[in-house]
């Protein structure tokens, strides 16, 4: 697809988001967690996209995990696939 775009096969760049998702009462309670910035108990995703918008990698963790914590698992996962 990055090629059909006129890139490089392999992406120079992303892009990280990681948005809370609100969790219902079903989900076990240890996969959940308070998001105190954005008043959310659920789950955080963080998903890294290229320039093109195109997945890279996903975590889900708790809403409780900081960005700090997750995020150093992001970059390996990353050099491991690209």
């Known amino acids: 697809m990055r090629e059909h775009e006129g890139r490089e096969a392999e992406p120079t760049a992303g892009i990280i988001d990681a ?5 219902p009462a079903s989900v076990p309670a240890e996969s959940r967690g308070f998001d105190g910035a954005k008043k959310i108990n659920g789950r955080k995703r963080r998903i890294v996209v290229d320039t093109l918008g195109l997945l890279l990698a996903v975590t889900v963790t708790a809403a409780s995990v900081t960005c700090r914590e997750a995020g150093h698992s992001l970059p390996a996962r990353l050099r491991e696939r690209h």
């Open 19 to 23: 948005p809370s998702v609100k969790a």
